[in-house]
C-alpha cells in the first residue's frame, strides 16, 4: 500500500490551489486531530469523542442519525464511538416514549462534569495554529473556508451508490 504524501516536503510556490486544496486541508485537519487527541488523552477522549460530548451538552442533537448527520459519520462507524463513550461512563442512552425504535442519547453525570473541561483544552490547540496570524487574517481565513464550503454545497449532488 503506498503512503500518504505529507504536505512538509512542499514549498508554498509548489501548491497549486486547483490540485492540491484537497491536500492542504487534509493535512491541516490531520495535524489538528492528532494535536487535540494529545491535548485530550488525559481526559481519555480522543477528536471525535469531544465533539459527541459537547453536542450533546450543548443539547445540539440528542440522536445518533442526528449525531451522523452533523459529524458526517456513517451509522456503523457513531455506533461504535457512542459505544465506547458509554463505556467510559460519558453518556447514557434511554427509550423514546414516543418511537420505540428511537434511542435519545444525553451526557451522564460524569459526562457533564467533563464538558467544562473540554473546549479550552480544544481552543490551545486552535489558539497555537492561529499563532501568528492578524485579526483581520483569521477573519479571513474563516471567510474564504466558508466561501469554498458554499461553493460546493451549490453543486447539485449528482453521485449515486451502487
Known amino acids: 500500500m503506498q503512503s500518504m504524501t505529507s504536505i512538509k516536503p512542499c514549498t508554498r510556490d509548489e501548491l497549486v ?5 484537497g491536500r492542504l486541508v487534509s493535512f491541516l485537519r490531520s495535524t489538528l486531530v492528532t494535536h487535540i487527541d494529545t491535548k485530550l488523552l488525559p481526559m481519555d477522549l480522543t477528536s471525535a469523542q ?5 453536542l450533546l451538552a450543548k443539547e445540539s442533537v440528542n440522536t445518533l442519525a442526528g449525531l451522523c448527520e452533523h459529524m458526517v459519520y456513517d451509522r456503523g462507524a457513531m455506533s461504535r464511538l457512542l459505544s465506547r463513550l458509554e463505556e467510559k461512563g460519558l453518556i447514557a442512552k434511554t427509550q423514546c416514549e414516543f418511537d420505540k425504535r428511537s434511542t435519545i442519547l444525553c451526557l451522564s453525570e460524569k459526562g457533564k462534569a467533563l464538558y467544562p473541561e473540554i473546549m479550552p483544552v480544544v481552543n490551545e490547540v486552535y489558539t497555537q495554529a492561529l499563532t501568528g496570524f492578524l485579526e483581520s487574517e483569521k477573519k479571513q481565513l474563516m471567510d474564504l473556508l466558508f466561501k469554498a464550503i458554499n461553493n460546493l454545497e451549490s453543486l447539485p449532488q449528482t453521485a449515486s451508490k451502487k
Open 17 to 21: 490551489p486547483e490540485k492540491d486544496l
Open 50 to 54: 469531544y465533539i459527541v460530548v459537547v
